[in-house]
Structures are given as structure tokens and as C-alpha cells.
């Protein structure tokens, strides 16, 4: 099989930014965010320290900052089907 018959045979891309690169979706990320976050215990300061976590791999920064290690499973399983 050539190289070219092998690639137009992959199933196309969909790719998804969270980040604002292609599209900016602070205003539908952040509040979701942090609603799930309150229901886990760890109420967020303000939208600075929101995007603090976001310098350095978010799931170390908010075990750093205090959340619950217990509740992150529940924080991704809960903030997946709200954004």
C-alpha cells in the first residue's frame, strides 16, 4: 500500500481549544469550572487564581492549592458533560 493510499484512509480530525488559541471559551469553561469545583469543597478565590492553575498541569496545581484528592474523579466526571 503506498503512503498516500494509507492516509486517505485515516478518519478525519476534529480538534477541540479550550485555551482561546482558536476561539475563546473562557466565558463557558470558567463558570462550570468553578461551579463543580464548590461542589467539591474548594471554592475558587477569584478568576486569577482560576487561571494560576492553568500555568503548570492543572491536576498538580489544584492538589497543590488544597483540592481534594478524593474529589478529582468526581470533578472530571461532573465538569465533562457541562462544557
Known amino acids: 500500500m503506498q503512503l498516500a493510499e494509507a492516509h486517505s484512509r485515516k478518519a478525519p480530525l476534529l480538534l477541540f481549544d479550550f485555551d482561546g488559541v482558536i476561539a475563546d471559551s473562557l466565558h463557558v469553561f470558567y463558570p462550570c469550572f468553578v461551579e463543580i469545583c464548590e461542589e467539591c469543597g474548594f471554592p475558587l478565590a477569584s478568576q486569577a487564581a482560576f487561571l494560576r492553575l492553568f500555568e503548570d498541569n492543572v491536576t498538580e496545581s489544584l492538589l497543590r492549592e488544597g483540592f481534594p484528592l478524593t ?8 465538569f465533562a458533560p457541562r462544557i
Open 71 to 78: 474529589r478529582l474523579r468526581k470533578l472530571a466526571r461532573e
